[in-house]
């Protein structure tokens, strides 16, 4: 008999500074975890290594998470993209809605759109909003087109027509006419079927320009594992797909990574008791955060480096504040940190290798790392290179710091860019931080998270098991999800139209099950119907579920979001959206079973077990006194007092003086302020 009857099932997120896998152990049942640092270069290449430690010659399926497409976007190093659109409309990209994101910087440059001018073509078609074709593309426009394509020689091409989303007939011409040149082609009404014209054509432009780059990534990783592994990919709205589909629409994952770290967080809090979360995802080069009020929910008017994405998206707001952020003085000697990272090469001055102090490093000064217990003690973190180094790098500085002041300046600055992040997520929109938990999780986040909770008065900080592993633990409890949307725009009556809109969706769940079929997914999806509503001349919706009452469900929520309601007003339908669902094969992971079922109970302390270590630790101004615990060395149940430093394999974990802590029933580590 083999010893892996099914393929083992690998979850692999690929981050800044570490690449983490978590996959459940086939004869233990328990979960398992590897950290290894990150290859930049070439991510697949620590992804191969890890698989090699994990499961030597064994079928697996790699379930991952990645940060291509968002480092692609970030650095602005997509493929050569052309845009397709109807003539007059070529520069609706850079147009934009004229916001100012900074009304009072009079320096301000607007981000410059990824498709420059001499790549945009106007093709004379035009379709009205109820879908009537008016101008169907000529044949000479179409030879013409082509030949400026050819003499272009872009990498992949958009196509986004006006109201196409009507009726997708012109886009569908031009789109066989542009077959014979080999490119990808990202066409609007297969991304995107929904209005407002700027954002669905910077939608699709994105995913044109991802496109060749994360189709050759994923090939690459393909054919390095294809004799044993199948591969399924982590979409930015919280569920998988398959590789194909991400190859094919990869502005769909631009939040792979931090979408794991919410369906994590959210499970193992769950498990907790806790559904009122704020999930505080801490890693080497940023800081992802995220609110939740019971149930996961979806944005669709996300942006990543400042352009509009509208494909379905957990709703994360990302800073660059990490473990790894760079610490610098500017021009008039205030203290910076980030974004710049030291990623993982050369990575901190404790590493080996790095010469810039980052939040780590200060970490380290501070004494709130241990250096022989990082990694499990597989790596052992250089104090002495760190003070020796940094002292000569603050001399360069002119700074007249001791390492100490330095060291709790950086944690200051640092802390304070992730607090303003958290108020986003929160107070500013109308959210009462005391009445969530902070699960608090990546390599770093529990060395932050309690100061982070006492600042915005916060009770309670979750500290999952396998914290520096949460993402891709989200990963492997995932179900493979699909979204689908439709723009109608029509008025809603006092009689809700629902023959028509159960016509509408029974399309929509065609769309579905045939796409479900040409993935071979096995079993039944789940549906879930929405529908986008908003009164008449309204500029924004609200989505709510489809129901028989919702010109009453509509009312209530605008009420509820807004404070008031126009009972005599026209209400409009805007958009049907459809979320497809199969349940994953380890959904048990997350339905509250974390910590029992998956990781088993933590070692308990032997009787007469001597005292635990201590270490002079720095809390703000203080140097206090504090005992060193392993966390596999704590007894559920039994309460402990800060100040505390819990170490473990994947993460650290500064527990403040005046604070108590336990580990509970489903293994998570819950700190009470």
């Not at 073509?121 to 009537?132: K, L, M, P």
């Not at 982070?452 to 979750?462: K, W």
């Not at 409009?572 to 088993?600: Q, Y």
């Not at 720095?618 to 504090?626: A, I, P, Q």
């Amino acid at each position: 008999m083999p010893r892996y009857p099914q393929p083992l099932r690998i979850a692999i997120d690929t981050g800044g500074t570490f690449t983490d896998c978590v996959w459940i152990d086939p004869t233990t049942r328990r979960l398992r975890m590897l950290k290894v640092f990150s290859t930049p270069a070439d991510p697949s290449q620590a992804i191969v290594e890890a698989l090699k430690k994990i499961a030597p010659g064994k079928n697996i399926t790699l379930l991952h998470g990645t940060t291509v497409g968002t480092n692609t976007l970030l650095e602005r190093k997509g493929a050569r993209t052309a845009l397709v659109t109807t003539a007059g409309f070529e520069d609706a990209i850079e147009i934009g809605r004229q916001a100012r994101p900074k009304l009072y910087d009079f320096f301000f440059d607007r981000i410059a759109p990824l498709v420059p001018k001499d790549l945009r073509f106007g093709v004379n078609e035009r379709t009205a909003a109820d879908g009537e074709i008016l101008t169907a593309p000529a044949p000479e426009d179409l030879r013409s087109l082509t030949a400026s394509l050819a003499a272009a020689k872009p990498q992949s091409v958009a196509i986004c027509f006006l109201f196409s989303f009507a009726n997708p007939k012109n886009e569908q011409d031009v789109a066989q006419a542009l077959k014979a040149f080999e490119v990808p082609l990202s066409i609007s009404h297969e991304i995107l079927s929904e209005f407002r014209e700027y954002e669905r054509t910077s939608t699709v432009v994105i995913n044109a320009y991802l496109q060749p780059v994360m189709q050759s990534y994923l090939e690459n990783l393909e054919t390095k594992v294809l004799a044993r592994a199948r591969i399924f990919v982590m979409q930015s709205s919280g569920g998988i797909t398959a590789l194909s589909t991400a190859a094919r629409e990869p502005v769909r994952t631009v939040l792979s990574g931090p979408a794991g770290g919410v369906v994590g967080a959210v499970a193992t809090a769950r498990a907790s008791g806790f559904d009122n979360i704020i999930a505080f995802d801490m890693g080497g080069t940023s800081t992802d955060v995220s609110l939740v009020e019971g149930e996961i929910k979806t944005a669709n008017d996300a942006q990543i480096a400042g352009l509009p994405i509208s494909v379905p998206m957990l709703d994360i707001h990302t800073v660059g504040a990490g473990g790894g952020s760079l610490a610098r003085f500017d021009a008039a000697g205030v203290l910076r940190v980030g974004p710049e990272s030291a990623g993982a090469d050369p990575g901190p001055i404790c590493y080996g290798r790095g010469t810039q102090p980052t939040v780590t490093d200060a970490n380290l000064l501070l004494d709130r790392l241990q250096p022989a217990r990082f990694l499990g003690g597989d790596f052992t973190l250089d104090l002495d290179r760190t003070r020796r180094i940094t002292v000569e790098w603050l001399k360069k500085q002119n700074a007249n710091l001791t390492l100490e002041k330095f060291a709790a300046g950086v944690i200051r600055v640092v802390n304070a860019t992730m607090e303003k992040a958290i108020r986003v997520v929160s107070i500013e929109r109308g959210r009462d931080p005391r009445h969530f938990a902070l699960v608090a999780f990546g390599g770093a986040g529990g060395l932050h998270a309690c100061a982070l909770a006492e600042a915005l008065s916060i009770p309670r900080v979750i500290i999952p098991a396998f914290p520096g592993g949460l993402s891709a633990l989200g990963i492997l409890a995932s179900d493979v999800v699909k979204d689908y949307s439709r723009t109608v725009l029509w008025r809603l009556s006092n009689k809700t139209p629902l023959a028509d809109l159960q016509r509408e969706f029974a399309a929509l769940e065609k769309t579905a099950k045939k796409d479900f079929a040409q993935e071979s997914w096995p079993g039944r999806p789940h549906y879930v119907r929405s529908l986008d509503l908003r009164y008449r001349s309204q500029g924004y919706e609200l989505n709510l579920p489809f129901t028989r009452n919702l010109r009453a469900d509509f009312e209530s929520e605008h009420h509820r979001r807004y404070g008031y309601q126009h009972d005599d007003r026209e209400i409009e339908l805007v958009t049907l959206r459809l979320r497809a669902t199969l349940k994953s094969t380890t959904a048990h992971i997350g339905d509250g079973h974390v910590g029992t079922a998956a990781l088993g109970r933590p070692g308990r302390a032997k009787a007469g077990r001597i005292s635990p270590p201590e270490a002079k630790v720095h809390f703000d101004s203080k140097v206090l006194k504090t005992k060193i615990y392993s966390r596999d060395e704590l007894q559920p149940g039994k309460p402990y007092r800060g100040p505390a430093v819990i170490t473990e394999y994947s993460a650290t974990t500064l527990v403040p003086p005046g604070t108590h802590f336990r580990i509970d029933k489903a293994a998570n580590l819950i700190v009470a302020l």
